[in-house]
């Protein structure tokens, strides 16, 4: 007898997508817009569905749909799209509406809000040159429309879930990291991957802001930048991905929570020293190096326990890892002693 043993990522069939989310999707983003926002001052990201928390911009009517044709307008590999779907990460279940992936979005780059799709229309991406350097046998730049033509294109769907405790399921398309890792050569000294985002002030409005150590920075050990799972998107929904969601080249690991997943990458950087994350150096107390998933290890503001489905607004249970437990757990054995889940 065929035993199928279900994976941990995939998601129940009760977790699919209902037809009326779909049917009402307006008041669906209207309704996420008004959700998890980010205090102004403080600047910390907030937990889903705190009291204070308002949106300081108007919610969109028209969806992602005008924002993903903004987005290939001016983007040339829009030919290249869709890329072939990994059937190894496929979860159970729908994706996560469009609108609603391409219109609830953290970028603090254009500001705090969850509405900042339209600012981020702003960000040039062509010509957009990424940097790889440090401890590798020869560092260089490559444009990114050379590096997708290097680059083993295919399509995940992923499970998302941000600290702030909601959560979607995209279908990113991309490359896995580590063909990245193999065509840097990093040496044998190289220990983590420090990934670096775009810093442009004159484009991009939240980086006024002083109280901000920009550009975003993060990192993960060059064990997790090999890790299978680790994925670079260029792109969603079958097309290149819209600058709101990191344009042309941002980073999804899904068993992290996800102000891991670096957008508007430029540099990757090989070292032998811990990145200090952008979080981190904000509020250390909060955000730390590896960010793991964990329902049982509450953010000091708030439980880590639930998510909020942003599609169906219905709470689930949050799983250890985002459900990835089965492929990550092992990368962070003999790790006890350090903060994995924060
Ligand atoms: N990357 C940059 N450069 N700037 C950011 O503010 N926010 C992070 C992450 N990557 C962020 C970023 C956070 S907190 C989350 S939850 C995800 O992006 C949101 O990704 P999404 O908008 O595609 O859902």
Redesign the pocket.
Known sequence: MLIRIKRGWELPESAATPEEVFRNRRRIIKAAAAGPIVLGASGL?AACGEDEQVASEAAPETGGAISSAQASEVDPSAGLYPFKRNLRYKIVGEPTPEEI?TT??????FGSSKNIWRKAQALPIRPWTVAIDGLVEKPFEIGIDDLLAKMPLQERLYR?R???AWS?A?PWSGFPLKALVELAKPLASAKYVKLV??HNPEVAS?QSAPWYPW??V?GVTIEEASHDLAFLVTGMYGKPGPK???APL?IALPWK?????????VRFEFTDQRPVS??EEIQPREYGFWANVNPEVSHPRWSQAMETDIATQQKVPTVLYNGYGEEVADLYTGLEGEKLFM
């Not at 609830?104 to 780059?109: H, S």
């Not at 929570?257 to 990458?265: M, N």
């Open positions: 990201l992936a609830y979005n953290n970028y603090y780059e998302h941000c600290v702030e979607m995209v985002s775009f939240g550009p975003y993060e709101q969601n990191g941002r929570y996800g102000f891991k997943s670096s957008k508007g990458l952008f979080w």
